[in-house]
């Protein structure tokens, strides 16, 4: 394995027996855009979590900068210190993310945890704050803020953090669309200043806009193909075998007529264009 953050033959099982992911592995390039699809229930968020060190596989390794993120290594404060300052990961559900009292204090958990001292800490939480329009929801506690808000927040609490990899596991999933777009937007900035990003989706105009080099995991959680935005996209027989785009039959008098549907706009940010 080489790359920034990369999984070897990774398989994992929910209870002993519910397989999540079969002998997956990806490598990810410093700097690289990133994406990872598949159906609902295909082993995207489990990826992400082990990805991120929140869970073991039961069989495979996972390395960051080449160095093995495991069980025991992450019982070492210096390399566990290390790992979350490189590494930082957005849940699907907010919710899960946010614990603490305000959004101030949500912001700042992460930097003070990690030894940086208060006064860099709280210059951080103003710059985040700032670049996600939070301000006005300093004081405000997260169990009252509105689904966008929260997910909001609970990027900015990755963020303050400074990691050099962003894993975002399905980033733009249930937002309103003005809030879809800002988020959309920030990821493809973080990017373009240097981040390796890794986005879970099955969302496919996402991935359109992102352009990143795509993952296709089966419902059998296994790697089905690993592409370009382009290549995987215009693959048809690809994206139906793994149902992330669907056909049906309709009747015109007594001819029947087959039609795919993937429900996305295909167009590209410009700056994709370079």
Do not use: W
């Amino acid at each position: 394995m080489a790359g920034i953050l990369a999984v070897e033959n990774i398989t994992y099982r929910y209870h002993d027996s519910i397989p999540a992911l079969v002998n997956v592995s990806l490598t990810i390039e410093e700097g690289e855009r990133y994406a990872v699809i598949g159906a609902n229930g295909c082993g995207k968020s489990t990826l992400l979590r082990i990805m991120s060190g929140l869970l073991n596989p039961d069989q495979g390794s996972v390395t960051f900068q080449g160095r093995e993120v495991s069980e025991k290594s992450l019982k070492d404060g210096n390399f566990l210190r290390f790992f979350r300052a490189g590494v930082g990961c957005l849940f699907q559900d907010s919710d899960v993310q946010l614990f603490c009292p305000t959004v101030f204090d949500e912001l700042i958990f992460g930097p003070l945890q990690l030894g940086i001292s208060r006064g860099e800490s709280k210059d951080r939480v103003e710059e985040v704050m700032k670049m996600l329009g939070l301000e006005g929801l300093r004081d405000r506690p997260p169990y009252m803020l509105s689904g966008g808000e929260k997910k909001r927040v609970a990027l900015g609490s990755v963020l303050t953090m400074n990691p050099q990899v962003l894993l975002l596991d399905e980033p733009a999933n249930g937002l309103d669309p003005r809030t879809q777009c800002f988020l959309t937007e920030l990821i493809f900035e973080l990017s373009q200043a240097g981040k390796t990003i890794l986005i879970s989706t099955h969302d496919l105009a996402l991935v359109s806009e992102f352009q990143p080099t795509v993952a296709v995991l089966s419902e059998e959680h296994c790697v089905e193909k690993i592409g370009s935005t382009e290549e995987i996209l215009q693959d048809e027989d690809l994206l139906l075998k793994v149902n992330l785009i669907h056909e049906h039959m309709h009747f015109h008098g007594k001819n029947a007529h087959t039609h795919r549907h993937s429900h996305y706009a295909y167009h590209r940010h410009p700056d994709t264009e370079k």
